[in-house]
């Protein structure tokens, strides 16, 4: 997808990814809002970046992406493979051995508070999968 006409860029990813919504518009540009307003309140240090092309948040690495086609808002989860789903909302790339991804459609509503543990879940596997990398501090002697 090419960026916005308004958006230079050089613009930050915040900046793309609002310009990218507005240029979305309609239902999709909706939920789209929706579902960053979510992530934002689950995660106020939740950064955004703009990657190949699409929104991408991240904490201690990519938690989702949030990508819009003509008849889904599709939200990537890296490691959702590795996430408990008890409300079941991964209804996409379920076959995969890491990612994970919810489709919503039209007219479909999203459990915002599932949602939110969701990105909160993915959050917290990114910063013990950072702990378990970290190297051993030296001790001096």
């Given at each position: ?30 939920l789209l809002g ?21 929104p991408v948040w991240?904490h201690d690495g ?80």
């Open positions: 997808m090419k960026p916005s006409a308004l958006t230079p860029p050089a613009a930050s990813a915040t900046q793309r990814i609002t310009d990218h919504i507005a240029d979305i518009g309609g239902w999709r540009g909706e929706r579902v960053r307003a979510l992530i934002k309140a689950a995660d106020p240090d939740i950064v955004e970046e703009w990657k190949w092309g699409i991240s990519i938690v989702c992406t949030g990508e819009s086609y003509k008849s889904v808002v599709k939200m990537t989860f890296a490691k959702g493979a590795s996430l408990k789903d008890p409300a079941k909302l991964f209804n996409s790339s379920l076959d995969g051995s890491v990612r994970r991804a919810i489709d919503v459609r039209e007219g479909e509503t999203l459990d915002a508070k599932a949602f939110k543990a969701l990105i909160r879940a993915a959050v917290a596997l990114n910063a013990s999968s950072k702990k378990k990398k970290a190297p051993a501090k030296r001790v001096a002697r």
